[in-house]
T-cell receptor
Framework: GNSVTQMEGPVTLSEEAFLTINCTYT??????LFWYVQYPGEGLQLLLK?????DKGSNKGFEATYRKETTSFHLEKGSVQVSDSAVYFC????????????FGKGTKLTVNP | NAGVTQTPKFQVLKTGQSMTLQCAQD?????MYWYRQDPGMGLRLIYY???????DKGEVPNGYNVSRLNKREFSLRLESAAPSQTSVYFC?????????????FGPGTRLTVT
């Protein structure tokens, strides 16, 4: 079946540090990949996405590249800010008009000033 | 546009009580979803509705029922609440077609069952 594995958290960084959150997936077919972010007390928001191999999704300084050979979609940011403190979820959906997203368990990021 | 709205924001139930969580979207989306979020478990799909008049089970449907009242509204009912249903519940709706789509989430309902 389809599944997503994210690195265990929590992750604590200082402001301006480099961020990587690892995400790998198992899927039949050719999935689309997503990163969602959840700020404290809120619902999830789409952060970025990639729909085919070698695509790079980017938004708000975050980037992730769809790597089919390593079945990975790692999230990176060169310089984090306190306002990036949130929970980050990697997710996938597969071709064939699937209605459903499969989520990883989430990684909590705390950025200290 | 309000996006996806959920009511109530917080609820405390006793074991065995029933309640309905309400969800509405004003984006004219066809598909709607109910998830639960538990610590260390991520989001798990309870039920979804691909279009008005249809509903399907997700990963964890036991103990829940849903109604797609019209295109805008998708409610989740707990007939006899159990402590294991203590969770944060999110409703979402979907835009786009095929695999390149985004789900829009509501702010959540925090439910405690004692």
């Amino acid at each position: 079946g389809n599944s997503v594995t994210q690195m265990e958290g929590p992750v604590t960084l200082s402001e301006e540090a480099f961020l990587t959150i690892n995400c790998t997936y198992t899927a039949t077919g050719y999935p689309s990949l997503f990163w969602y972010v959840q700020y404290p007390g809120e619902g999830l928001q789409l952060l970025l996405k990639a729909t085919k191999a070698d695509d790079k999704g980017s938004n708000k300084g975050f980037e992730a590249t769809y790597r089919k050979e390593t079945t990975s979609f790692h999230l990176e940011k060169g310089s984090v800010q306190v306002s990036d403190s949130a929970v980050y979820f990697c997710a996938l959906t597969t071709q064939g008009g699937s209605e459903k997203l499969v989520f990883g368990k989430g990684t909590k990021l705390t950025v200290n000033p | 546009n309000a996006g996806v709205t959920q009511t109530p924001k917080f609820q405390v139930l006793k074991t065995g009580q029933s309640m309905t969580l309400q969800c509405a979207q004003d984006m004219n989306h066809n598909s709607m979803y109910w998830y639960r979020q538990d610590p260390g478990m991520g989001l798990r799909l309870i039920y979804y509705s691909a279009s008005e008049g249809t509903t399907d089970k997700g990963e964890v449907p036991n103990g829940y029922n849903v109604s797609r009242l019209n295109k805008r509204e998708f409610s989740l009912r707990l007939e006899s609440a159990a402590p294991s249903q203590t969770s944060v519940y999110f409703c979402a709706s979907r835009v786009g077609t095929g695999t390149s789509y985004e789900q829009y989430f509501g702010p959540g309902t925090r439910l405690t069952v004692t």
